[in-house]
């Protein structure tokens, strides 16, 4: 407190003592008990007041003693479990959460993680599969901001993700691999990989590859087999070493019935292989005989066609020809889509033809387009358009119900080409999957939209350079995978036939084993208008043991959807049907048994360790815990930081003094009252 503010407090008392004393004892005769209570209360009375007017601050300081956090990665996955160190792992768990120093100075928190992070210290070792990359990110994010030390207690055996050998974490927060596991290499053949399509043609054939890795220091030789059945229908062998240590091998089989059909690849183990459930994988193909023909025709040459063409035929079911519009005996009645590239006035005995046949079309647009014609030969949209390019961003219409599809990265999109221009919606039937983003700013004009309400179906495109997205796609994900996928979704609604079904269910043929089993349906009230209030269950029936199991499907995102988890291996029918309907559909697909957390022989000390190095620290092991725990103890990063807090409150804030205040004038009125004094 300022010494003028003591002055002004010792000069209240002295008025305030002079006051009550002129009053009551100044030339007072008879000073009774009664005036020395008067007194008192005035006195009393007039310095509150006086000090409530000078209002003085009053500071008052607190200590606080801030600890650094102590985070516990845990690696909940099933390999921990293959490799039978449940018990290990919750050892080194104890040994650091019950040591007394380590509680004093960390704020010791847990978390687990699998394909992803959670919280909580249960432990169950069940987790499918693992992305150690994701978990030391989100541990990341969360503790940007606070001196962290993180324990990653894990196997170092991921299957999914980024390889996390490469992760660098935030400058306050340093990474301590621990590795539960034995680290010794031992002589192991290994199935690493197989690649087959998932869908095949009947009477043709179909490509597998199978890459082969071997850890070991002696030549060997072993078969490797596809069997179907019992029947073993290929066989080749392989020859390995120390130097030469992996092979690729490639074959063809033959699709030679209808459905899905079950094989079982293995490379023969070694006599003294300790892990042989990597030598072997089962996979699936589903055998179909309808394939779709899209038709791309243009008046111009551009990039776009190529990425087109290619992104139709990364599904073996589809097939895509690319024609010039001064082509020569065009059929269009052998395809069951047409692409309509930039199109101009040389296109018009196609669209005579497209509209006569009722052909299902995708329009796509650009700054080569002549928009007079594409007006007029249409009446659900409008442009005017002139010479001038545009660059249109995309933006995702969370509320495009037609069918799913995942974002995949639009936001990181370059811009598409077109002429500059609004455009005028004129049938409300198109759907918008995405938005036009111009110059930073949302609009509600259609980038990409569907329509099906006529005859036919018909898609639209406003931009050109799509197979900037492809490429861009490409960059992100190292493969076309998720563009393809995409773009395939808006190929297959647009090529098939119309349909009219009130209760449509979206699935796979077959699930591997290691992933979950998701079932999602779209039903429709008589109308033909989305029903969000149906109750829609799902009958699922094992065909070998006919165990059956039914579960409602939840409303999520214009959609219904269950999650039946994971199942076990085998053939399933089903039967989806709403309450109180005779509306239902079947279907049946299959589970192959497949776990990739049961691939791994020993923990990967190499990738911890290049973590470690990257983050430089070092690697730990689950008998040198106690290193761990002196290490960090010893390490004057993690010292308890003391902080002081000062708060200056003003003396009026402080209500009981003017509660005080009035308490003291009611008294004396009171007393006054008693003594007859009014």
């Known amino acids: 407190m300022e010494l003028s503010t003591i002055l002004f407090i010792a000069l209240a008392a002295v008025f305030a003592l002079g006051f009550a004393f002129f009053q009551y004892l100044f030339r007072s005769k008879r000073r009774t008990r009664n005036v020395y209570i008067f007194f008192t209360l005035r006195f009393l009375s007039v310095f509150v007041l006086l000090i409530l007017l000078i209002n003085p601050e009053i500071s008052s300081t607190t200590y606080e003693l801030k600890k650094s956090n102590l985070v516990l990665a845990v690696d909940d996955s099933e390999s921990i479990a293959h490799l039978k160190q449940e018990d290990t792992v919750q050892i080194v768990i104890q040994r650091i959460k019950q040591n007394e120093d380590i509680q004093e100075r960390f704020n010791v928190q847990q ?127 392989v020859k390995l070493n120390e130097d030469q240590n992996s092979a690729i091998i490639g074959t063809t089989l033959p699709a030679s019935q209808l459905g899905v059909l079950t094989y079982e690849a293995e490379i023969i183990p070694l006599d003294n292989e300790k892990n042989r459930i990597n030598n072997v994988e089962k996979f699936a193909v589903e055998i179909i005989d309808e394939r779709t023909n899209v038709l791309i025709l243009s008046a111009i040459a551009h990039p776009d066609l190529g990425a087109l063409k290619k992104a139709i035929e990364s599904n073996e079911q589809r097939e895509a020809t690319i024609q010039y519009i001064d082509s020569e005996n065009l059929e269009l009645k052998d395809f069951q889509l047409i692409i309509l590239y930039q199109p101009n006035n040389t296109f018009n005995s196609v669209i005579e033809e497209i509209q006569q046949e009722n052909i299902n079309y995708f329009l796509v647009t650009g700054t080569k387009t002549d928009w007079n014609f594409v007006n007029g030969i249409q009446e659900q949209f409008k442009k005017d358009a002139s010479f001038q390019e545009q660059d249109i961003f995309p933006l995702v219409n969370n509320n495009f119900n037609k069918f799913q599809f995942e974002d995949i990265g639009f936001d990181n999109f370059p811009p598409l080409q077109d002429q500059f221009g609004g455009i005028e919606v004129l049938d409300n039937s198109f759907s918008t999957l995405l938005y036009q983003q111009i110059e930073g700013i949302e609009t509600e004009q259609p980038l990409l939209a569907i329509s099906d309400e006529n005859s036919s179906k018909q898609g639209v495109l406003f931009g050109e350079n799509i197979w900037k997205w492809r490429s861009q796609s490409y960059l992100k994900n190292g493969n076309f995978r ?70 409602p499907l939840l409303l999520r995102n214009n959609q219904y959807e269950v999650d039946l988890g994971n199942l076990e291996e085998g053939e399933y029918n089903f039967k989806v049907q709403p309450e109180n309907s005779t509306i239902s559909e079947n279907g049946s697909f299959t589970i192959i048994d497949f776990n990739v957390e049961q691939q791994f022989i020993s923990a990967d000390f190499e990738k911890l360790q290049l973590l470690a190095g990257n983050n430089d620290s070092g690697v730990y092991f689950s008998d040198t815990t106690e290193i761990l725990i002196s290490d960090l103890l010893q390490d004057k990063r993690y010292l308890p930081v003391q902080k002081s807090r000062e708060k200056t409150v003003p003396l009026i804030d402080w209500y009981f003094l003017l509660f005080l205040l009035v308490l003291l004038l009611t008294a004396e009125w009171f007393y006054r009252k008693y003594n007859g004094l009014i």
């Open 111 to 237: 978390v687990s993680f699998g394909e992803k992070l959670s919280s909580g210290s249960d432990l169950e070792f069940n987790e499918p599969q693992t992305d150690i990359s994701v978990a030391l990110n989100q541990v990341n994010k969360l503790y940007r901001r606070e001196n962290t030390a993180v324990i990653l207690i894990s196997d170092g055996n991921q299957n999914i993700g980024r390889d996390y050998q490469y992760f660098k974490a935030h400058d306050n927060i340093n990474l301590f691999p621990v590795v539960v596991g034995d680290t010794t290499q031992y002589a192991d053949l290994q199935l690493s990989n197989l690649n087959v399509n998932r869908y095949a043609f009947l009477n043709n054939r179909f490509p597998v590859e199978a890459i082969i890795n071997y850890t070991g220091e002696e030549n060997i030789s072993a078969n490797f087999v596809i069997r179907s059945g019992e029947n073993v229908i290929y066989s080749e062998e």
């Open 482 to 551: 998720q563009f393809d996928d995409f773009f395939g979704k808006i190929i297959q609604n647009l090529s098939s036939k119309k349909s009219r079904d009130r209760l449509t269910v979206d699935y796979e043929s077959f699930y591997y084993g290691n992933t979950g089993v998701i079932i999602s349906a779209q039903y429709f009230d008589e109308n033909y208008q989305f029903d969000p209030r149906a109750k829609i269950t799902i009958q699922l029936t094992h065909k070998e043991s006919e165990e059956t199991i039914e579960a």
